[in-house]
Structure formats: structure tokens, C-alpha cells
């Protein structure tokens, strides 16, 4: 009795073991036949020992390096693809990606040229727009401007991007300045767009 309830449960593990092997190829298959874009990057320079972050995807896969010993590349929990610079040389990684959960996905090609060593403080360079911190406290009547904002690695002006905020009953914000002024006590999020590439951060808010 003991060895047929030990069959039995091997050939349950068994039967799950293939369900979800075939559920994966099915899902292998999938994301092949529903691509329908492929797209190359611009080509990125690193020094040895730095690092390029991507924008942030909803989803990455087939992560590869043709040359490891250039570049190692992995992905975060906020679905961002990491790029570190191993040694001196150019390579490709490729990956797929979808924006969000509606989205086909896209075959992404991303050149890389590492030459040189890094200064102690170019270790990361960051893709998108972003903000110097996520997060501000400000005095109730008072204004404030966002600067330190950079836009894939070089400074932007806070008047080269479009602006608005999340509740205007907190702050109200200049669409073509980015001049925060704090009116009522709360929080808030305010949203900066750059106008050309489409890319977008925000910061949040605390008015006391």
C-alpha cells in the first residue's frame, strides 16, 4: 500500500512538472509571435566600473551579453535593465521589454563602448528624467523650484519641461516654469514631462 501511495504521488509531481513546462514554452512562444517591433538603441560610452540604468519596464526578457567580459547586465525590482562595465572593449545587449501589460513586446539591440576608468563620482548614469530627491517639505505661502534635474545624464532647466501637480487645493505649479507654490497644508505630487522625448518624473510633496 506504501509503494502505490508513493507512485501515486511521483505521478502527480510528474503530470504538475509537465503542465508547467508546457505552460512555459506556450508563454516562450507567445511573446514571439505577438512582437511586432525591434528597435536599436543609441550607442553608450562607460568607463570601467560604472554602471547605465534603463527606463523602467513592466516586464524584461531574454537578457544577454554577446561579451561578458565587457559587460555584465542584469535587471532590479523596479524592472530596470543594469549595465556594468567589466573591461575595455564594445559588445551588444539585447533584451525584450514591454511597457505595460497591454503592450506587445519589442526586441531591444543596445550597444556599449567601455574605454577608460571612472572618477570616484560618474559611477551611475541613470536614462529618463530624474530628480535630485523624491520627496520635499515645504512651508505653507512659500515657492519653490526643482533644480538639479538631469534628462539621461545632463542637467536640464526646470523651464525646458512642462508641469502639474496632483492637487491644487496643496500647491499650485507654472506649466512652463515649474515655480511650486505651496497654498494649502496637505501633501501632493507635482509631474515634470520633457516635451521632446516624452519621459516624465515626479516628486513628491508636504506642505506644513
Known sequence: ???????????????????????????AAAVDDSSTSSVTLNAVTLAEHTSFVSDTYFGVINLSVDDKSVVA?????????????????TTKVRYWYRPDSLSSWTRVTLPIT??????????????????????????????????????????????????????????????????????????????AIDPATKAAANINLSVT
Not at 507512485?7 to 508547467?20: E, H, K, M, N, R
Not at 547586465?73 to 572593449?89: E, F, L, M
Open 1 to 27: 500500500m506504501k509503494k502505490l501511495r508513493t507512485a501515486g504521488f511521483i505521478c502527480v509531481i510528474a503530470l504538475v512538472i509537465s503542465c508547467f513546462s508546457t505552460a512555459v514554452f506556450a508563454d
Open 73 to 89: 547586465a542584469t535587471t532590479d525590482s523596479q524592472g530596470r535593465v543594469i549595465v556594468s562595465a567589466i573591461g575595455a572593449g
Open 114 to 191: 567601455v574605454s577608460g576608468t571612472a572618477a570616484a563620482d560618474t559611477a551611475v548614469v541613470e536614462t529618463g528624467l530624474v530628480f535630485p530627491q523624491s520627496s520635499i517639505s515645504i512651508a505653507m505661502g512659500s515657492d519653490y523650484t526643482v533644480t538639479g534635474i538631469k534628462l539621461n545624464g545632463t542637467s536640464v532647466d526646470a523651464s525646458s519641461l512642462l508641469w502639474v501637480a496632483s492637487s491644487g487645493s496643496v500647491v499650485t505649479v507654472e506649466p512652463n516654469t515649474g515655480k511650486i507654490t505651496a497654498v494649502g497644508i496637505g501633501t501632493a505630487v507635482v509631474y
